[in-house]
């Protein structure tokens, strides 16, 4: 299958500055790619839905000036969790919807974010 | 509204039996089907997908079918092994306009050598 990867695997930061992590569809191009946060022993939750050349679609509830996506070409969208504090500390994964009639979608390994 | 549900929640078997997963889902006009595979603190890898119009797919050891009538999807794993323990997520995808993606909770397989 598709392959999609994520970057970096794990960060941990001080609370107030900032992060961010990348996803790259390595074998494909993804007009779509969708961030998705995890929290221990749940499933998982849509943050946002990134399209490539236009602002995000962010899911209700979550701040789109504290997780900011930006999908600036079609192998490279990013999520930058701005001032982050402890609360933000979870599971980030991503993933990339391959081209054509079929929707199967990739998912990057997935980011560990931990804030101090 | 669709909702997914997994059941078991959590399952254990001794190595080389057959098994059964299921995924349940309130609302039969979705675009696909998909099941994935997570490892504990990984991302998830796609097993199997399968379009609303198809009624299986299989994959090595792995078959899913999809009955959207009911609304019920099942995994079958043949002769699992200790490397098939991992979370298995079931994942609906709407048909119509807003194709968003309604995730199960996942079951725990565990299997044990």
């Known amino acids: ?116 | 509204k669709q909702e997914v549900t997994q059941i078991p929640a959590a399952l254990s078997v001794p190595e080389g039996e057959n098994l059964v997963l299921n995924c349940s889902f309130t609302d039969s006009a979705i675009y696909n089907l998909q099941w994935f595979r997570q490892d504990p603190g990984k991302g998830l890898t796609s097993l199997l997908l399968i379009q609303s119009s198809q009624r299986e797919q299989t994959s090595g050891r792995l078959n899913a079918s999809l009955d959207k009538s009911s609304g019920r999807s099942t995994l079958y794993i043949a002769a699992s092994q200790p490397g098939d323990s991992a979370t298995y997520l079931c994942a609906v995808r709407r048909a119509g306009n807003n194709r968003k993606l309604i995730w199960g909770l996942g079951t725990s397989l565990a299997v044990n050598p």
Request: aromatic share 10%; glycine share 8%.
């Open chain 1, 1 to 116: 299958g598709a392959v999609v990867s994520q970057h970096p695997s794990w960060v941990i930061c001080k609370s107030g500055t900032s992060v961010k992590i990348e996803c790259r569809s390595l074998d494909f191009q993804a007009t779509t790619m969708f961030w998705y946060r995890q929290f221990p022993k749940q499933s998982l939750m849509l943050m946002a839905t990134s399209n490539e050349g236009s602002k995000a679609t962010y899911e209700q509830g979550v701040e789109k000036d504290k997780f900011l996506i930006n999908h600036a070409s079609l192998t490279l969208s990013t999520l930058t969790v701005t001032s982050a504090h402890p609360e933000d500390s979870s599971f980030y994964i991503c993933s990339a919807r391959e081209g054509g009639t079929s929707g199967e979608l990739f998912f990057g390994e997935g980011s560990r974010l931990t804030v101090l």
